[in-house]
């Protein structure tokens, strides 16, 4: 297989940060091509209004049968065709022949975007203080220019769901689009979730003298009796929150408005989904009692636990979709199966669950969320089918935060939003060639290559 | 006093020859002492264990068995007679290891934790002394052998009597901080003063091989620092006596310093003083076994509770072993659900722990029984009985009580038997004897002395019932008793299985041939379709794409019929930090190079299966980063079941861990870290340097004692961290360094080349990919991650192409794990050097296969396969760079380890074992009945999760952990 193309490193300095050029399979040395690249992203920035047809690309329809070749025509930035059919023209033709053609892969729960180098605080923005912060936003402190973005990118990933975190309300998420000059344009769909990340549930059984800070220590009874107490501030909070709710739906006077109170209004209404973060069995367990009977729209995300005993079958029960995180984690008890976590996702499937992956939310994760696909494939030799697997990173994440109108498959009338790559894309030795948001092809050119083709420069000694 | 003493003593030497023998006669207003003469009548006697007198007579006299005997004995005019008729008398009980602190006694003052802010660095040698000990000793402040408790024993009398009360009479009281701890001494449970109480001082000297870290950051602060300290200071000691030893002779030239701490030893390594080791799990009774053997010590062992992990370790041992009945008990969880967080392996500790005892009978052990461990020593007894009920024989509980733990104090002479001559020491019991609880401990006798131990009196309740209530009573009394002997009788079945259960290879043929099948043979043949391996002895022995046809298959072979599979060597992982007992890291000095990994090898790890189930074979196991030169590595095979030294590579070369950059420098420590040299990426040379020079003084110290003869007579102390890098300079220990930047990387390698030294691989190496014609120039292999970067700055250049840049300048290129999830999938790192730089998949396989091998230099024996290598493969479901492919088998020297089709019978076992011990505990929770008050420590001990399996839930990289 041949390395990805890309464009050398004097060429990248005109690209802005994200409105990456567009690139192409042949490999770029002459200064003549480099001066043509930038006609050419000229030209390609300029074509908002015309129509590209993608052409001879195994279509991965997602929602449909996968055309194998099929043809996609895009207008104004939306899918207008998906066919077998070659009988129409467009401004602009793509050939992609033996390539395979994906809708663009949704990252959800993920630091990415909130954070750049894990180990240096001063870039960290992913963790606020405070028990309730529902007026926490993720989408207002994602650095467009955040060296990470092109990467996930440039393996096919064009919406990410940065994630705030901290405390037991942590705050509210968007959907970022990993294409725009600006914070604002890449704020797709904001607020897209409610974070709640449940309280610990199970026990510290640390004898005091093990213990680190002594007078932190808590027996068992004093635990169990905190683990209540914090369920019941989280009920409470939510309680305040419909009343407040209520409150506002009754009056008409707003002079008093709490920013609290205020952020909570859609999740209390069932309106917007509430992303509760789980994975201890008990944790999971007690989060599926609160929820029953309330009118919540629920999401359960981390779920390492959600395969075992009664749990498929409560989410089943409630509708309630599955973020399974934990693929790659190991085993967390010695009565566990090695391959527990590869086979949750079939598990929870074979339950009437709806299993969407993600990489993981925690701060090493953000540069690894290229690694989505892989995430979702693990689970495949493990009992999942691989359309399913395909779905959990594209259609299934976009129903559950209600954004299938537009994001998640190949279909007429959706955003143009796509990749080519040169084989199925949860195969790791698979490269992605071309990405598209709403009609505009963009770069995956990142750090990566840029260092990778400086130092391949390096003349040999 | 002392005048007064003196005289006494002087007036009982005038005295020995009259007729009434006079004890001491006191001053005027004291009570006058009493003769001293009993005579003990009608008793059972058991004079020690199996040997019973019915109706026994017993004389003592003057603190000393006089006469032991039938009727026949004469009982002399001026004794005083004690009818034992219905009484059990023992010999008094010895307890060989009773913790200072138990007895009421308060150590010397906590030592003060270092400052780290104060500017100075501790602990480096010729640098400043760690502050702990004052005074002359050793410069650590956990090693303190010159401590003796015979210089410090005084107890509160309180604790002695509860000692009494079950039935003991003499304990050797041990000292309990530290880990090399100092002396115990053997005293008489008796209120006298210590000066009379003690029996023996400086009985044993006490080690610890401590488990956790202290996290002090002074050295050792592991389990494996603490290991090189003690081997350290015990070769320092030799040393010491040696050096000492020649200037007495001859007090010529530069006088030896003194050093209590060394003096201390000198018993113990003349073998003229036992050591006491006290390992804390089942492994560590292996490596205090080697330790001790290496050393050359006479040494027991104080037990865990847990040898039920590994009896064969302990039968290896072949030594006595201090034998505490703290048995773990069931706690009362707040909800059903709360058993989700209790792990199969606590079950099983709590279901083993009273059958310990007599598993190490059974190993042919002679044990001792301490109540060490115990909160509340009334438990003693319950505990003790439910190690009879779990088969140690009540024979067996006598000697552990008496004659063993006498002969291991060096008193059988004195104690342990009754016997003429021998001190007036008994344990005197009602009814059934001591092992039934009923019965009760009336009295003990120390030194001729009486205790009374039961402080009930008999019950005029009983002559006032009417005889329904009496009736009514024995009833409840009968269905009482009838209760606790079915509880007994359930507590006596273990549920739990060996830990042994279901490991080990699976199949062990003599042959074994794979037919028809693509081989990945990661040597010269490249791929072959529709090959043929045959396997003889845990070799390979050919491999070829003819078919045997069925008649002619060797009648001896295991045959694998593998079409459609393919066969690919084990993997080999070149950075894995899974299988260590207790800390990654010894970060209490800059220097580790004593410490050594190969001492803490876990072979009981959860992860062994689970990255056998991934296809590994071979691990490369290091100590962490936190150090510019870390500890010595040990390149382990994953052979399920063996032993710690069983899972060795042992002709794989010794290596070391070096490290640089913020690791080594502290920057990620915190802001309390600045003290410590090096803080930056220019005093990682300086200080690697220095160590480089002064292991050259030190070869060249030994080279001159060697040349000049042995007319120095002294040889040259060892000092193990000198040694380890004086082998780097030798050519016979590889460095494995990890790094990060293109600057350090360059400067490691060119600092090395002017020390003549070749080294083995870069760990890590981001930015080789900047500097690979340096590094494809100097032949040193690169260790990569396939795609990790931005965790932290230094790997912000770091790219998923690093691996097949530096392949494609030349660079020998390995993938590598460094986490207990990654090992499980290195197949999968590996296919994304064809994702990232376009690496053929032959050559992307060698990532994790040969490559890595030969960074190891252990190409000869494994990583490829080829005729005369080592039988090590993995039997994949297709194309093992194919995410979609799954390791259905994997083997190691021609043994299957690992079987996909047998896991779910191996869980269903785990989870229906797990079921019954759970029913088996929720029933003892409910039935709660220990004769002493509530016994909180044994229920906190419930929670305790063993060494051996701390880390199984935790994935461990080699950054430091702050807990």
């Known amino acids: 297989m041949k390395p990805i193309p890309s464009i050398s490193n004097r060429s990248s300095r005109c690209e802005s940060a994200l409105t990456g050029l567009r690139s192409s399979e042949s490999r770029f040395t002459s200064a003549a091509t480099r001066w043509l690249i930038v006609l050419l992203a000229l030209v390609v920035q300029s074509s908002d209004a015309e129509t590209i047809l993608l052409k001879d690309a195994i279509v991965h329809t997602i929602s449909g049968p996968t055309l194998s070749p099929g043809n996609v025509l895009i207008e104004n930035g939306k899918i207008t065709q998906v066919t077998t059919n070659n009988d129409f023209t467009a401004d602009k033709v793509v050939s992609l022949e033996g390539l395979h053609l994906y809708p663009g892969l949704i990252a959800l729960n993920t630091s990415l975007g909130l954070n750049e180098i894990g180990g240096v605080r001063a870039t960290r923005d992913i963790d606020e203080v405070g028990e309730f912060d529902p007026d926490v936003r993720s989408w207002v402190a994602v650095n467009p220019d955040s060296e990470l973005l092109p990467v996930a990118r440039a393996n096919g990933v064009t919406h990410i769901e940065p994630t705030p975190q901290g405390g037991v309300i942590a705050g509210q998420s968007g959907l970022v689009v990993l294409d725009g000059w600006t914070t604002e344009q890449m704020a797709w769909k904001k607020p897209v979730a409610l974070h709640v990340y449940w309280p610990n549930m199970d026990l510290d059984t640390t004898p005091k003298e093990k213990f680190k800070d002594k007078a932190k220590w808590k027996s068992l009874e004093d635990q169990a009796k905190e683990r209540q107490k914090k369920l019941k501030e989280l009920d409470d909070y939510f309680a305040d929150a419909a009343a407040y709710a209520s409150a506002r739906k009754a009056s008409t006077n707003d002079t008093a408005l709490n920013p609290s109170w205020e952020a909570m209004i859609p999740y209390v209404r069932g309106e917007l989904p509430i992303m509760i973060h789980a994975d201890e069995f008990r944790a999971i367990k007690a989060a599926l009692k609160w929820a029953d009977g309330k009118n919540y729209k629920i999401i359960l995300a981390g779920a390492r636990d959600a395969w075992m005993e009664s749990i498929p079958g409560l989410l089943k029960s409630n509708n309630i979709p599955v973020i399974y995180d934990n693929v790659y984690t190991q085993p967390s008890r010695d009565t566990e199966s090695y391959d527990s976590h590869f086979r949750a996702p079939e598990i929870l499937r074979k339950g009437g669950v709806k299993v969407a992956f993600s990489v993981g939310n925690s701060t090493s994760d953000s540069a690894l969320i290229k690694n989505l696909p892989y995430t979702a494939a693990q689970a495949v030799p493990f009992g999942l089918s691989a359309e399913e697997a395909v779905k959990g990173i594209t259609l299934y994440p976009a129903q559950i935060l209600g954004v299938a109108d537009r994001i998640g498959s190949i279909e007429p009338g959706k955003d143009a939003t796509l990749f080519a790559s040169d084989g199925e894309i949860l195969d790791i030795r698979v490269n992605v060639r071309h990405v598209w948001i709403a009609g505009k092809e963009l770069s995956i050119t990142s750090r990566h290559t840029r260092l990778y083709e400086k130092y391949r420069a390096r003349p040999k000694p | ?963």
């Open chain 2, 1 to 963: 006093m002392t005048w007064l003493k003196n005289i006494f003593s002087f007036l009982s030497v005038l005295l020995v020859a009259g007729q009434i023998q006079a004890t001491e006669l006191l001053p005027p207003g004291n009570r006058a002492l009493p003769l001293g003469v009993h005579a003990f009548v009608g008793g059972k006697v058991i004079v020690k264990p199996g040997e019973i007198i019915d109706g026994a007579v017993i004389v003592i006299r003057d603190g000393l068995i006089e006469k032991v005997g039938k009727e026949d004995v004469a009982i002399p005019p001026e004794a005083r007679i004690w009818d034992m008729k219905g009484l059990t008398i023992y010999s008094g009980f010895i307890d060989p290891y009773l913790s200072f602190n138990s007895i009421g006694a308060t150590e010397a003052p906590a030592k003060k934790s270092r400052d780290l802010t104060a500017g100075k660095f501790f602990g480096v040698p010729a640098g400043d002394r760690d502050p702990g000990n004052p005074g002359p000793g050793s410069e650590l402040s956990a090693i303190t052998p010159e401590r003796r408790m015979a210089k410090t024993f005084a107890p509160d009398p309180k604790n002695l009597e509860k000692l009494r009360e079950i039935g003991f009479t003499v304990a050797n009281v041990v000292p309990e901080k530290g880990i090399m701890r100092g002396s115990s001494a053997l005293v008489a449970l008796s209120e006298v003063d210590p000066n009379r109480a003690i029996i023996r001082a400086d009985v044993f000297q006490h080690v610890e091989l401590e488990g956790s870290s202290r996290m002090e950051d002074i050295y050792p602060d592991s389990l494996m620092g603490a290991i090189a300290a003690v081997r350290q200071t015990f070769f320092d000691a030799r040393h010491y006596a040696a050096e000492h030893d020649a200037y007495e002779k001859n007090p010529e030239g530069k006088r030896p310093a003194f050093n209590p701490a060394a003096e201390a030893l000198a018993p113990a390594i003349h073998k003229k003083m036992r050591v006491v080791f006290e390992p804390n799990s089942a492994l560590l009774v292996d490596r205090a076994t080697r330790i001790a053997r290496e050393i050359g010590l006479d040494f027991c062992i104080l037990s865990s509770g847990e040898e039920w992990r590994r009896p064969d370790l302990a039968k290896a041992a072949g030594v006595p072993f201090i034998v505490p009945l703290d048995f773990p008990e069931m706690p009362k969880l707040p909800e059903k659900d709360d058993w989700a967080g209790i792990s199969l392996d606590q079950l099983r500790a709590w279901d083993w722990a009273p059958e310990n005892a007599a598993l190490l009978r059974k190993q042919n052990l002679e044990i001792a029984l301490t109540t060490f461990g115990l909160e509340d020593k009334k438990n003693f007894r319950k505990n003790l009985r439910a190690a009879i009920d779990r088969g140690l024989s009540e024979d067996d509980a006598l000697a552990a009580l008496t004659t063993v733990p006498a002969k291991l104090c060096g008193v059988e002479k004195q104690l342990g038997t009754i016997a003429a001559g021998k001190f007036a020491n008994f344990t005197v019991v009602s009814g059934k004897g001591y092992f039934d609880l009923e019965a009760k401990v009336k009295a003990v006798w120390i030194d001729g002395v009486f205790y009374r131990t039961d402080s009930e009196e008999p019950k005029n309740e009983e002559a006032k019932k009417s005889d329904d209530e009496k009736k009514k009573d024995e009833a409840a009394k009968a269905e009482k008793e009838k209760k606790t002997a079915a509880e007994r009788e359930a507590a006596r079945k273990r549920i739990a299985r060996s830990p042994m259960a279901g490991r080990g290879p699976i199949t062990n043929p003599v042959a074994v041939l794979i037919r028809d099948t693509t081989v990945w043979t990661c040597g010269p043949a490249g791929r072959l379709e529709h090959a043929e391996i045959l396997i003889r002895d845990g070799k390979i022995k050919s491999i070829s794409t003819n078919q045997t046809a069925e008649a002619a298959l060797p009648k001896d072979a295991f045959v694998i019929n593998a079409k459609g599979k393919e066969i690919t060597p084990g993997l080999i992982d070149c950075h894995n930090h899974s299988y260590i007992l207790g800390d990654v890291n010894e970060g209490g000095l800059p220097s580790t190079a004593m410490v050594r990994i190969g001492d803490v090898i876990n072979s009981e790890s959860a992860n062994i299966y689970e990255q056998l189930a991934g296809g590994l074979t071979a691990a490369n196991v290091l100590h962490g980063s936190a150090n510019p030169i870390g500890g010595q590595n040990c390149v382990i095979k994953l052979r399920d079941g063996a032993t710690p030294e069983g899972m060795k590579f042992t002709n794989a070369p010794e290596g070391i861990k070096f490290a640089l950059g913020e690791n080594v420098k502290q920057s990620n420590w915190g802001d309390k870290y600045k003290t410590r040299f090096p803080q930056t990426r220019m005093g990682v040379q300086t200080f690697i340097a220095n160590r480089f020079t002064a292991a050259l003084q030190y070869l060249k110290e030994w080279d001159d004692y060697k040349k000049n003869g042995k007319k120095h007579s002294v040889a040259p102390a060892r000092d193990l961290e000198l040694e380890a890098i004086g082998e780097i300079i030798q050519g016979k220990r590889l460095i494995h360094c990890h790094s990060y930047r293109q600057d350090e990387i360059l400067m490691t390698l060119r600092l090395m080349q002017s020390f003549g030294v070749q080294m083995a691989t870069f760990q890590h190496v981001l930015e080789g990919y900047k500097i690979a014609d340096e590094l494809a120039q100097a032949k040193v292999g690169a260790s990569t991650f396939a795609d990790w970067w931005a965790y932290k700055f230094e790997v912000y250049d770091a790219i998923p192409y690093n691996g097949s840049l530096m392949r494609e300048r030349g660079v020998t290129v390995s993938f590598n794990s460094d986490s207990a999830d990654l090992a499980r999938h290195l197949n999968f790192e590996a296919a994304k050097a064809v994702k990232f730089g376009g690496t053929t998949e032959e050559e992307a396989l060698k990532f994790v296969t040969l490559n890595p091998a030969k960074q190891l230099h252990i190409d000869k024996y494994v990583g490829s396969l080829e005729p005369g290598k080592d039988a090590d493969f993995v039997i994949w479901s297709k194309d093992p760079l194919d995410s979609s492919s799954l390791c259905l088998e994997t083997w190691i020297e021609g043994k299957k380890y690992f079987d996909r089709s047998l896991n779910a019978a191996r869980v269903t076992a785990l989870e229906k074992e797990r079921r019954a011990l759970t029913e088996k505990a929720d029933k003892a929770a409910k039935s709660d009945k220990s004769p002493g008050k509530e016994d909180i420590a044994a229920k906190k001990k419930f929670f305790k999760i063993s060494l051996e399996h701390q880390y199984d839930f935790r994935d461990r990289h080699c950054e430091r952990e702050d807990n």
